[in-house]
């Protein structure tokens, strides 16, 4: 089967609680939740401020939410779906050796990025403050994606693609690195867009996996 990758879809909306019957504001909600956790920090955030930034009383925040804890929940699902929609791959992609595969990777998780909001970072800077079992289920959505790129430097290095002493796994916390920081600090220009960027990234990566040369 193709997928399609959109960049205008690609971002995955969180499905509002069970018998909310305004979806529109709960993500009014998710949104001013991700910029007060951005600005305060989760655990200063308070709820007043929340219901404040979207304009309603915190008594009816709670028709939505029991805890502030599932607005950052809901909100590290969200941006973790995201990244996991990321590894679906057409057929010739899939039967494409490593290079090719690891390029066009990047390229679709680049095109999330023009529509991933700011405080997008909140999901990798508060996770660990999720409860237990919250937090192990979005860390499984985590190393699925983990999993996927470490299997595709493996596929490399088998191939003969990519150095043999490469630590598959320093590798893709690398490769993550480097993806994950671009909204932190990337704002395009006409000399730059977000393409531009991720041809780099390939170039950078790709490159950087190949074997050294012998003379």
């Known amino acids: 089967m193709v997928t399609q990758h959109d960049p205008e879809s690609i971002t995955v909306a969180p499905a509002p609680p ?6 529109a504001r709960w993500h009014e909600i998710l949104d001013a939740a991700g910029e007060v956790f951005q600005e305060k920090g ?3 955030a308070r709820i007043e401020d929340i219901a404040n930034r979207v304009g309603i009383l915190k008594g009816s925040l709670y028709y939505y939410i029991e805890t502030k804890e599932d607005l950052l929940y809901a909100l590290s699902v969200a941006g973790h779906s995201t990244g996991l929609a990321t590894l679906d791959e057409d057929d010739a992609t899939r039967a ?3 290079p090719a595969r ?11 990025i023009p529509s991933t909001p700011q405080y997008a970072r909140v999901t990798e800077r508060d996770v660990r403050l999720l409860t237990d079992q919250r937090r192990a289920a979005v860390m499984e959505m985590r ?3 983990h999993q ?3 299997k595709i430097v493996e596929q490399g290095i088998a191939e003969g693609h990519f150095d043999p002493t490469t630590d598959p796994g320093v590798a893709t916390n690398s490769i993550f690195e480097l993806l994950n920081s671009t909204s932190r600090w ?3 220009t006409g000399r730059l867009s977000h393409d531009a ?3 780099f990234y390939k170039k950078l990566i790709v490159q950087g996996l190949r074997p050294e040369a012998t003379s």
């Open 18 to 23: 069970k018998g909310t019957l305004n979806g």
């Open 42 to 44: 989760y655990q200063a």
């Open 96 to 98: 494409a050796d490593a």
């Open 102 to 112: 690891i390029g066009a990777f990047i390229e679709r998780w680049m095109a999330t």
């Open 143 to 145: 190393n699925q994606m």
């Open 148 to 150: 996927y790129v470490r």
């Open 186 to 188: 990337f704002r395009p």
């Open 197 to 199: 960027l991720g041809a």
